[in-house]
């Protein structure tokens, strides 16, 4: 069993920028590939961005791409959304993901472990 925990969320103003964090409770963390998702008021879920398990490979939604970076500290068992030049339509609650294969998803069905949450609010 696998316990996720993100942070970092908040309210800020239209070309600000965030980091989230997502703690893992895994004990082989390094085994997962993670994934990031947002869902926004009244929208079904969607894929932000992937990392495989070692890191060394990425993957974005097109409509964060360049602005987004998905990173990871093996060591710490942390993965990290660090949301660059954010437009209010990134407004969202904003969830980690982890899945025990070596390469991420963009589906969210195929990830094992979820968790709870953070709102991000980006105004105008």
């Known amino acids: 069993q696998v316990q996720l925990v993100e942070s970092g969320g908040g309210l800020v103003q239209a070309g600000a920028s965030l980091r989230l964090s997502c703690v893992a409770s895994?004990?082989?963390?390094?085994?997962?590939?993670m994934g990031w998702f947002r869902q926004a008021p009244g929208k079904e879920r969607e894929f932000v961005a992937h990392i495989t398990s070692s890191g060394g490979s990425t993957a974005y939604a097109d409509s964060v791409k360049g602005r987004f970076t998905i990173s990871r500290d093996n060591a710490k068992n942390t993965v990290y959304l660090q949301m660059n030049s954010l437009k209010p339509e990134d407004t969202a609650v904003y969830y980690c993901a982890a899945r025990p294969y070596s390469t991420g998803s963009r589906y969210e069905t195929r990830y094992n472990y979820w968790g709870q949450g953070t709102q991000v609010t980006v105004s105008s």
């Open positions: 895994a004990r082989t963390f390094s085994s997962y590939s």
